[in-house]
């Protein structure tokens, strides 16, 4: 599996450096002759980069809308994700550290410049597309303007130049959860102690329900409930309507690490693009690509009037820009769970995308 190191320190957006830096990425497909058929897929807050054995990357594959027998898909792991990049499980090998916690502050932009360094190397020149969602989002969006002349096509699904407040307010919870759980023991947990920390249940509960509509819920898990009237002989310490009906199964747990969560927790929180680039309408008037931003009705974080107003920046700035909104009950991250609520938006994208 490839891990790329980089040729020197990476200096970084909080003035600190990272050392040794490395990133690991997965390739499906091969490239052509010129390089030029590249997807570059910017995974969310909590994936992977194992494209083909998620199933929420219903859309990746031989034949599908991003075409692997086609195109060359790329994804790229954040620096700071528990998924082979530089990370707190990492950088307290590389720097014989005692503590994980001495790993640096880590932006999304640091991890853009990082990945543009590997496709540097790797000789690509021309990106057909870069795509994600949400946290992806956040990735595809600074991709474009680090770099407004690589890239051919972005699509953005659900996600904004600016993190939400609701986001921060969620996230910052959630690292209150880990650091409270006496199993974190100040970031020197072992490995195998990750299953037994109740706090990362919580959290990921946390994370789902911050993401689907009300009235998703409402259609799957109440007939799953016992009624209020039999639940009267409860003590007022039980939990009626357990968490556990809607958290990621335990199986997943070990790719949660709590240092390497809390590291990305904290970049999705610092993100602000007008404060990376103070010059971003000037960086955008060079953007080469059709932008594409897919908002979704029901998604009470980066709602439709946010890629609206994107839209409407980006077209002043002569960007060829495209809006188009969804419909799901899934609401946030929709586009991974819900295919049928993007039939139309894909086929409102693919006859609009530069060859």
């Known amino acids: 599996m490839p891990?790329?190191?980089?040729?020197?320190?990476?200096?970084?957006?909080?003035g600190d450096t990272l050392f040794n830096p490395q990133v690991f990425y997965r390739k499906f497909g091969e490239f052509n002759h010129s390089k030029d058929n590249v997807i570059l897929y910017c995974h969310t807050l909590l994936g992977g980069v194992d494209l083909l054995a998620d199933d929420k990357c219903w859309f990746i594959g031989p034949g599908k809308f991003l075409d692997t027998?086609?195109?060359?898909?790329?994804?790229?792991?954040?620096?700071?994700?528990?998924?082979?990049?530089?990370?707190?499980?990492?950088?307290?090998?590389?720097?014989?550290?005692?503590?994980?916690?001495?790993?640096?502050?880590?932006?999304?932009?640091?991890?853009?410049?990082?990945?543009?360094?590997?496709?540097?190397?790797?000789?690509v020149q021309s990106i057909y597309c870069v795509t994600g969602g949400s946290f992806g989002g956040f990735t595809v969006y600074t991709f474009i303007t680090e770099s407004p002349n690589l890239f051919r096509n972005a699509i953005v699904f659900q996600s904004d130049i600016k993190v939400?407040?609701?986001?921060?307010?969620?996230?910052?919870?959630?690292?209150?959860?880990?650091?409270?759980?006496?199993?974190?023991?100040?970031?020197n947990y072992q490995p195998e102690h990750i299953s037994q920390m109740s706090s990362i249940q919580r959290v990921l509960s946390l994370n789902r329900l911050c993401q689907v509509s009300c009235q998703r819920f409402d259609a799957s898990l109440t007939d799953s409930y016992p009624s209020w009237l039999n639940s009267l002989s409860a003590q007022y310490v039980d939990n009626v309507g357990r968490a556990s009906n809607w958290i990621?199964?335990?199986?997943?747990?070990p790719r949660m690490d709590p240092n390497c969560l809390m590291v990305t927790l904290t970049s999705s929180s610092l993100f602000n693009l007008s404060f990376s680039y103070p010059d971003l309408q000037d960086r955008w008037s060079c953007l080469t690509a059709n932008v594409f931003h897919i908002p979704c009705e029901e998604d009470v974080e980066y709602y439709p009037s946010k890629a609206k107003a994107i839209h409407s920046l980006m077209a002043e700035s002569g960007v060829n820009t495209y809006f188009y909104?969804?419909?799901?009950?899934?609401?946030?991250?929709?586009?991974?769970?819900?295919?049928?609520?993007?039939?139309?938006?894909?086929?409102?994208?693919?006859?609009?995308?530069?060859?």
Request: glycine share 4%; charged share 10%.
């Open 164 to 187: 939400s407040v609701f986001s921060i307010a969620a996230f910052a919870l959630s690292k209150d959860l880990i650091t409270s759980d006496p199993v974190w023991a100040q970031g």
């Open 69 to 123: 027998s086609h195109y060359c898909v790329l994804a790229f792991s954040n620096l700071g994700t528990p998924f082979g990049s530089s990370s707190p499980i990492t950088y307290a090998i590389d720097q014989c550290s005692h503590s994980p916690l001495a790993f640096p502050l880590i932006t999304i932009r640091d991890s853009v410049r990082a990945h543009l360094q590997v496709l540097h190397d790797l000789g």
């Open 248 to 253: 990621l199964k335990p199986s997943l747990w």
């Open 325 to 355: 909104s969804t419909s799901s009950l899934e609401a946030h991250g929709s586009f991974l769970t819900d295919p049928k609520s993007m039939i139309g938006a894909f086929d409102f994208i693919q006859p609009l995308m530069q060859l």
């Open 3 to 14: 891990v790329h190191k980089l040729r020197s320190s990476l200096i970084l957006e909080s």
